[in-house]
């Protein structure tokens, strides 16, 4: 009898060039090598359409924004119906004439919307100039949560995006509305310049933090990083080494699957049964303390 | 000129008997080594002056609780005068007749009590009955935050026991009322009649979780758990194997030292300035979406 909480998982991981077709037409490619290795849930990279173009602040760069429905959300849609398989997309949305989002996209297995995912934390720093380009996500103002985890077929997805993984609220927002799994896309790398010590405790870092998002909620984490050197067109820093290392977690944050830096597909199968077991051995969410946790809601406690 | 912000830290791994005398006197060798090896901070494991005695629900070791201030605290205070050192101890408090914690004491290097705190998240499953023997921390109740760091001359203690380790909320809310550490005595091990993988699975995400701690926040973490097997008095369960491994990271969760499943002490020195550096490369607590955090105070958002 088949074991319908196990499911087989898969990232792409892929450098980007500037032409969009191109991106594009290389993500259809590895959603069809995934398939054959018997994916039913594929997630891509953060904007995996485009070069990551936030590296200055470029008025002429807004070019590239898309509406939902739109030219990659069509594309997306297309295949996932093709190979009956649900996908997990990014892009920067235009939203409106002045409201541009860094939003994810998930198509069901039949190519159909099953919902969007609106970056909620916004970074800001040299090479990183996301909050010129996206507004952060409010979903809640319309009375939702805005870390409202999107249901599929196989589950109820708790899609966050890059910088979000450094936000254990995040994730254990997505586990107290019901996530089955926590998936990030992600574009991270080095600066260059720096040495090489800090460079591996970024990298060290990154996979720690996003680990235990999966250990603090018992949720299997998917995470999919770019590859590639990509130059800051402004010239002012040496560029960005997206670092890759996408990597798939079992619910204790165990590693099932670990790329390495060149471009890649990743493949896992996890037991969403899992959950539920190990949180009756070790109970956290019973234990919460949340008559103490109003302070949280706090930028400081001074 | 001496970097002030430079300090050396120590903890102290040991096993403990059924005679509190004995356990008290090892310890306090263990403190002399700490400081001859230039400690400023010592942190003991927690309830270091017994055995972990929760492993059934027995109405008789009650009488191992101790007021505040008290034969433990009396022990403490002297050992931290006699060698100007911070000492971080652990005890069974007896608050009032039927009102007893898991509490933490810190004595600062002039062995004055700096101040307490009550372990506010309490565990109970098999082994670990400690909901029997603990009420929770009630800190803010006084209108207090129930997670306050506490002060000491070398900084601000942000002082947890043992199950807060696996509540992201804890740290954070250290973090926000200026915690410059993040300290975890502990008392965790392993059902020896588990096998080996979830044994692997269970310590890789106790020391994932306590270094993602340091991540999200930029402070340093150190952390000390007991070793030794103790039997379960009610021969229910097979006992616990304690499982030692006690470590120290930086404020990027990089370890700094490493302790095996032997009785030891670990010393590392850290700098207590690197956490502003690191929280201006990657600010996390400067786009925190406290707008969209209230969910957190609920048990489950259904």
Excluded at 90 to 110: P, Q, W, Y
Excluded at 133 to 150: K, L, V
Aim: aromatic share 10%; glycine share 8%.
């Amino acid at each position: 009898m088949k074991n319908t909480n196990q499911i087989t998982v898969a990232v792409v991981q892929q450098s980007c060039s500037d032409n969009k077709q191109d991106n594009l037409e290389k993500t259809a490619t590895a959603i069809k090598s995934c398939k054959q290795q018997g994916a039913q849930l594929i997630l891509l990279q953060e904007l995996h359409a485009t070069r990551y173009f936030c590296q200055n602040e470029d008025f002429s760069q807004f070019s590239l924004a898309e509406t939902i429905p739109g030219e990659t959300t069509n594309f997306l849609s297309c295949l996932s119906k093709e190979h009956q398989v649900i996908i997990v997309g990014s892009l920067f949305e235009k939203r409106a004439e002045g409201i541009f989002h860094n939003t994810a996209v998930v198509f069901d297995n039949d190519g159909s919307l099953a919902g969007t995912y609106r970056k909620m934390h916004i970074p800001d720093d040299p090479g990183y100039y996301e909050k010129f380009y996206f507004t952060g996500g409010d979903a809640m103002h319309h009375n939702i949560n805005g870390f409202q985890p999107i249901k599929t077929s196989i589950g109820n997805l708790g899609v966050l995006v890059c910088w979000d993984q450094w936000f254990p609220e995040a994730a254990r927002l997505m586990a107290l509305s019901g996530a089955n799994l926590l998936l990030y896309p992600t574009a991270i790398g080095w600066d260059p310049s720096d040495d090489k010590t800090l460079k591996t405790n970024q990298q060290t870092a990154w996979q720690i933090t996003q680990r235990a998002h999966a250990i603090a909620n018992h949720l299997p984490v998917i995470v999919t990083n770019r590859v590639g050197f990509e130059a800051d067109p402004s010239g002012v820093t040496a560029g960005i080494d997206f670092w890759g290392s996408s990597f798939i977690t079992g619910p204790q944050g165990e590693i099932l699957a670990q790329a390495s830096i060149d471009e890649t597909i990743l493949t896992a199968t996890i037991d969403l049964a899992s959950t539920g077991k190990l949180r009756q051995t070790w109970p956290f969410l019973r234990d919460r303390r949340i008559d103490a946790y109003q302070g949280l809601l706090n930028r400081y406690n001074d």
